[in-house]
C-alpha cells in the first residue's frame, strides 16, 4: 500500500474486512447524499424534502432519513401538535459531512457538460463496433 493510502484512523477502506465499507455503502445512496445536500440550509419537514427531491418515492425517503438518524447524520423532531410535525435537521457529524458532499454537488453540476459529451463520444465510437 503506498503511503498517501494509509489512514491516520487505523483503518483502510481498500480492505474489504474494513469498517469504514458500510460507511462507504451507505454514502454512494444518491438520495443519502441528496437528502444531506438538502438539509444542509437548515431544518426541513418531510414534505418539504419530498418537494425538493424530485423523483424519490415516499418510501425511499423515509428509508434514507431513518438510516440517516440511524447512522448520527440526522436529528429528527417531533413536535406534540396536531396533526403531528416532524422536522429533520443535520447533526454535527452531517454537518460535517455536507460541506464535503456540496463540493461534489458543485463539481458534478460544473463538470455535467463534459461527462455528457464524454458518453455522448463513446455511444458514438461504439455504434461501430454494432454494425461490423
Same mark, same amino acid.
Request: proline residues 5%; aromatic residues 6%.
Given at each position: 500500500?503506498?503511503?498517501?493510502?494509509?489512514?491516520?484512523?487505523?483503518?483502510?477502506?481498500?480492505?474489504?474486512?474494513?469498517?469504514?465499507?458500510?460507511? %462507504? #455503502?451507505?454514502?454512494?445512496? @444518491?438520495?443519502?447524499?441528496?437528502?444531506?445536500?438538502? $438539509?444542509? *440550509?437548515?431544518? =426541513?419537514?418531510?414534505?418539504?424534502?419530498?418537494?425538493? %427531491? #424530485?423523483?424519490?418515492?415516499? @418510501?425511499?425517503?423515509?428509508?434514507?432519513?431513518?438510516? $440517516?438518524? *440511524?447512522?448520527? =447524520?440526522?436529528?429528527?423532531?417531533?413536535?406534540?401538535?396536531?396533526?403531528?410535525?416532524?422536522?429533520?435537521?443535520?447533526?454535527?457529524?452531517?454537518?460535517? $459531512?455536507?460541506?464535503?458532499?456540496?463540493?461534489?454537488?458543485?463539481?458534478?453540476?460544473?463538470?455535467?457538460?463534459?461527462?455528457?459529451?464524454?458518453?455522448?463520444?463513446?455511444?458514438?465510437?461504439?455504434?461501430?463496433?454494432?454494425?461490423?
Amino acid at each position: 500500500m503506498d503511503s498517501e493510502d494509509k489512514s491516520p484512523f487505523g483503518y483502510d477502506a481498500f480492505r474489504r474486512t474494513c469498517p469504514s465499507h458500510t460507511v %462507504l #455503502e451507505m454514502l454512494a445512496s @444518491k438520495w443519502v447524499y441528496l437528502v444531506i445536500c438538502a $438539509l444542509r *440550509r437548515g431544518r =426541513l419537514r418531510n414534505g418539504e424534502l419530498a418537494r425538493k %427531491l #424530485e423523483g424519490i418515492s415516499p @418510501k425511499m425517503l423515509t428509508h434514507t432519513l431513518r438510516v $440517516l438518524e *440511524r447512522d448520527g =447524520l440526522v436529528r429528527r423532531e417531533i413536535f406534540p401538535v396536531i396533526p403531528p410535525r416532524v422536522e429533520y435537521e443535520l447533526t454535527e457529524l452531517g454537518q460535517n $459531512l455536507a460541506g464535503l458532499l456540496n463540493q461534489i454537488r458543485s463539481w458534478s453540476e460544473q463538470h455535467a457538460p463534459d461527462i455528457k459529451d464524454a458518453r455522448a463520444r463513446a455511444v458514438a465510437e461504439h455504434e461501430g463496433d454494432l454494425v461490423a
